[in-house]
């Protein structure tokens, strides 16, 4: 089932360039640098272009959503996007959803009531043509898990320690993907990396679908106070020396994921691709 490796890159889709020469030219270089993935955050468009741009300008390289937010998406044209994808670079594209938070659901009009069930609802009804082992889900808690193991090829988990993945797996079973996404600082300064990794983690304070897991792990209400304390970020941000970085992966390996999907975080906080990082990452890594 995974035909991609160790390591994948998770990018939000807001820091892809418009310029294709750009785009081709990043995904290239991920490629030559021996990641196996893609994974495009942010919830990309329905028309799925920018994986598609990915795809054409790579020849291995998997790439996949991480995730489509339901509450932006009409399901009928993201249906009808993966459709083109998997014809022209079959078993390359993963399609990964996710029912977001109440701020999502409120941008459009929506009450954020019942979300796992109208999460189900998409995947059977609007995403009924995309075939079960090429669709993934944002999961976390227990019941999402549930309908990862039910629905879909697996689970996308997002800002979760590598104990998070020993729960997972074992609801998802054995023969489920289990891909948690992994925020990473190649700094060795603690204020440094500390002060990137709040910045980062600013807008996930305010959403109980973190700061409720978070709890789960042993934080507590002060743990996420003033852009949250240290033990949340050394929770959550893997940082430091080679060594420190390469454990903090290999850890949600050996709590049971099959493939990482790495964040790589930059001190400078403009929009940007952040290439130099993904090259130092791979140094540590290959």
Known sequence: MNNFGRYG????GRL???????VASAAQELEALGYGSVWIGGSPPDDLALPEAILAATST???GTS????WHSDGTQLAASHVRLREQFPGRFYLGVGSGHAPTAASVGEAYVKPLSRLKSFLTDKLARVPQEERLIAALGPKTLESARELTAGALPYLMPPAHATEARQILGPDRLL???QKVFTGTDPAQARAVARRVLKPYLSLPNYTNQWRRFGLADEDLADGGSDRLVDLTVT???ADTVRAGIEAHFEAGADHIAIQALSADASPHLPRDEWRRIAEILF
């Open 61 to 63: 390289l998997v790439v």
């Open 239 to 241: 940082w430091g020396a």
């Open 67 to 70: 995730i489509v937010d339901i």
């Open 16 to 22: 892809w360039p418009d310029d294709a020469n750009v």
């Open 9 to 12: 890159i998770w990018v939000p």
């Open 179 to 181: 891909i948690p996404e």
